[in-house]
């Protein structure tokens, strides 16, 4: 390195500085402003920090750094105002300066934050939280959310939450399980998400949350961290109760971590002389290494007792120890893996490592004092202004979704909704009822999603809508049987796309652009019935009455479109699946029509009507059960789905979800006023 010009070490000397500072301070008075405001001592530290060797902004020169730093400054200092917001700034980044610059500064402030937050981790530029309270949803949906490690870099502005576990009480019968090991967030770069297990759970053995009571919620509100909750409690049940201190290697054996390939990311170091070494060398404290150790057998520790983790390492040993003949899939197949994996977890509790308080989600939303309540309802700009750029700045890349359901749970909704009591009376319905729950009932089917990627866009003018993307770059379904770890796919797709559009007027506190109530907008009404009655063909007529039907019952719509890239391949076992229903549905359905025999008969003239449509009929259900043969169908079908398997193009549906607007409209415009910055 070139060593710097003498005139140029003496310009740029921190003593200097202080002293011609201290200097015009004491000859004159306006420098005292200009000392208050905190910009010489930033410019000190900076300075000091380059004689050392080590600043802040390295590829910029100084001096067009203290131009734009020093104009800032004189444009601040004419208003009494922007003079403040200016200080208040300076000395922040002061702080964050000496941070950077100073290894006794950092030092210093992890040893002081360790001693005040104990349940805080300071390792060099990382700050680790963990034994972070739940989070209890119990707004429209019962749930917990669980985070068990968090780990924010200062150097690169990102955070790293480890361990992810979400349950859903979706109605008394329905239950989501969401996992996850690792999430990302880079801020202003984007979002990652790994591997992603979802569990959808039906019946009472297989819900966590299946016995809770109706109503889990609290009357007051007050306590934001609550203990031994009906949630909690059932999540409790069958948690995972290791904990780090007093784990065996028996238990769960601990990895151990090298530091050298931890901090060097593998790239070990060279050897050298003992006094290149002496001099390259940096201590680490006692205490810095203490609390380094801790942090790396927390991480380990979470990623040991990881459900996942736990049902890839199963998974693994029991496929190693299968022979090549019985052997259904590959372990170098990752997303096979992933599939069984997911159908492993499928039996799981779906929270399993609950911790002991959590925050609700109702508390957190009436801790805000009415007063910034009605600055924010009062400036629905800001939230807009807000999520622009937060939505643009951060996409989404998940690695994969693997969604699971049980057989069994698919078979029991079949029974109730198709077969119900006509398997007891029709033997043909009874045989095709025993050929679907057999191939249903022993297994899980997991849908797994690869590559995806999403996008969204909210507009900061509320004339346009949100619009958000998603992009899946691979689409598979499988048939698990995970007694045996026997895996087989069943559909094969070549990716898909999806689109939402979703009205600006249903963010929070946009009440003031939805759309009129029919109740007030009449002439609206009457403008759509002339429409409908004025409507030339039958698609336009329906278009018009589908609107009409809309504003009567005050809807919105949001539009989706959905498409299925080709090729595409299917399992025959699947295709005769799927023949045996359609045929079962078809055979049900002439069941549920009543006979003509079973009408009273009077005369004889009635005898013959009924002789005569009976006869129909049973010549009917000879057509139908031999034309709707399953396997005739099936093998059909196989036909023309070999044709896909090469073929190239997208299918897809568009359609609307519509959205009452009922709870939308809070009325708090007559009460908070009127909008600022709409």
């Avoid at 937060?390 to 029991?412: C, E, K, M, N, Q």
């Avoid at 007891?424 to 995806?452: D, K, M, P, T, Y």
């Avoid at 009655?533 to 009409?548: M, R, V």
Wanted: include cysteine; proline fraction near 5%.
């Amino acid at each position: 390195m070139n060593s710097k010009p003498a005139i140029e070490r003496v310009l740029k000397s921190p003593p200097l500085f202080a002293s011609l500072t201290l200097l015009l301070s004491a000859l004159y008075c306006w420098p005292r402003r200009w000392v208050l405001s905190g910009a010489p001592l930033l410019q000190f530290f900076i300075l000091l920090g380059d004689s050392n060797g080590y600043r802040v902004l390295p590829s910029i020169a100084l001096w067009p750094v203290f131009s734009t730093f020093n104009l800032g400054y004189s444009i601040c200092s004419t208003s009494w105002l922007l003079y403040g917001i200016f200080t208040a700034f300076c000395y922040p980044t002061i702080l964050l300066v000496c941070l950077f610059q100073f290894e006794m500064v950092g030092d210093l402030a992890r040893r002081g934050l360790r001693a005040l937050l104990k349940q805080l981790h300071f390792i060099d530029d990382k700050i680790a939280f963990f034994n972070i309270p739940a989070l209890e949803i119990d707004t429209d949906v019962d749930g917990l959310m669980v985070l068990r490690g968090v780990t924010f870099s200062l150097s690169n502005l990102s955070f790293v939450v480890h361990g992810v576990e979400v349950g859903i009480k979706l109605s008394d019968d329905m239950e989501l399980a969401i996992q996850t090991e690792e999430v990302t967030v880079r801020l202003f770069r984007g979002i990652e998400i790994g591997d992603c297990y979802a569990n959808l759970k039906g019946g009472e053995f297989e819900m966590t949350f299946g016995g809770l009571e109706g109503n889990s919620k609290d009357a007051d509100g007050d306590s934001v961290f609550v203990e031994g909750t009906p949630l909690l409690k059932r999540a409790s049940r069958d948690a995972d109760r290791r904990g780090i201190d007093g784990l065996s290697v028996k238990d769960m054996p601990l990895k151990e971590v090298k530091m050298a390939e931890v901090m060097t990311n593998g790239n070990m170091p060279d050897d050298v002389s003992t006094k290149t070494g002496l001099k390259s060398m940096k201590k680490m404290t006692p205490d810095n290494e203490a609390a380094s150790g801790r942090y790396l057998q927390m991480l380990d520790f979470i990623k040991e007792t990881s459900s996942i983790h736990e049902a890839r390492e199963h998974i693994k040993a029991l496929t190693e120890q299968t022979i090549d003949v019985e052997r259904t899939f590959d372990l170098s197949d990752d997303n096979a893996i992933r599939a069984a994996v997911c159908s492993h977890v499928h039996s799981k509790p779906s929270v399993p490592h609950p911790p002991q308080k959590s925050v609700r989600v109702s508390t957190i939303k009436n801790s805000s004092p009415p007063y910034v309540k009605r600055f924010l309802h009062r400036l629905p700009m800001l939230l807009r202004l807000l999520l622009d750029p937060l939505s643009y700045f951060h996409p989404v890349h998940v690695s994969s979704i693997t969604a699971t359901a049980s057989g069994r749970w698919i078979d029991s909704i079949l029974v109730q909704k198709i077969f119900k009591e006509y398997a007891e009376q029709n033997s043909e319905v009874r045989h095709l009822q025993q050929s679907i729950s057999a191939w249903l009932s022993n297994a899980n089917f997991a849908v797994e999603l690869g590559g995806i990627t999403g996008i969204a866009h909210v507009p900061f003018i509320s004339t346009y809508d949100i619009i958000c993307h998603l992009t899946f770059n691979d689409v598979m379904a499988y048939r698990a049987l995970p007694t045996q770890v026997e895996l087989k796919q069943v559909v094969r797709l070549g990716g898909a796309d999806a689109r939402f559009v979703v009205p600006s007027f249903l963010l929070p506190h946009h009440e003031h652009i939805l759309p009129p109530p029919p109740s007030e907008n009449e002439k609206k009404t009457h403008e759509l019935e002339r429409s409908v009655e004025s409507a030339d063909g039958k698609p336009q007529e329906i278009n018009a009455q589908h609107s009409l039907s809309q504003t009567l019952l005050d809807e919105t719509n949001v539009s989706i479109s959905v498409h299925a890239r080709l090729p595409a391949c299917f399992d025959q076992e699947l295709l005769d699946f799927t023949a045996a229903l359609v045929k079962a549905t078809k055979v049900v359905e002439m069941e549920k029509e009543s006979s003509v025999m079973d009408e009273e008969v009077t005369g004889v003239k009635d005898f013959g009507k009924a002789l005569k449509g009976g006869l129909k009929e049973g010549v009917k259900k000879v057509v139908v059960d031999g034309v709707v043969n399953e396997r005739w169908i099936a093998k059909m079908v196989g036909k023309i789905t070999r044709k896909l398997e090469v073929a190239r193009g997208e299918a897809g549906y568009s359609g609307d979800i519509p959205v009452k607007l009922g709870k939308y409209r809070t009325g708090l415009m007559e009460s908070e006023g009127e909008k600022l910055l709409p």
